[in-house]
């Protein structure tokens, strides 16, 4: 696995422009809350240690993972935001249900980015167990709440560039 031998919150190889111009819309799923509130301290404080103004950052919980596009299409719809950062966990149990949610958020995230043509970053856990989450969360891997951030700062900056 990639991941064993990196850490998510590692972003010396690459620049990172500055968020100070950009709005960002943050979901985060209340399920798994223990992780998905650290990826969402994590999200948050990258965009603000890059400049991000905090009154341009729109915070929304929504019940699940499953319900992270909803909420992304509702900012988007009715909030001017550059970025939209999804944050969930969903852990692997006995049942095939991880396969359905997982498969299901990844496809409408992607579609909710198509539809306003706006970034709509995942930033959702997948994860066999809650010790990997909580890894992938602010452990020893790093927070994917930071990379879910530099994802939308990169991917708005790219959309002002290539938009003029």
Partial sequence: MATQLKNL???SHTVV???VAYR???VVAEWNAEITNALYEGAYQSLINHGALADNIFTYAVPGSFELTSG???LLKNLHLDAVICLGCVIQGETR???FICNAVAGAI???AIKYTKPVI???LTTDNQQQALDRAGGKHGNKGDEAA???IKMANLAETLNG
Avoid: E, M, Q
Wanted: aromatic share 16%; glycine share 8%; charged share 10%.
């Fill in 24 to 26: 960002f819309g943050i």
């Fill in 122 to 124: 995942f930033g959702v």
């Fill in 110 to 112: 992607s579609n909710v």
């Fill in 150 to 152: 530099i994802t939308a």
């Fill in 17 to 19: 422009p500055s968020a």
């Fill in 97 to 99: 249900h991880f396969d």
């Fill in 72 to 74: 992304a299409d509702l």
């Fill in 9 to 11: 919150s590692d972003f």
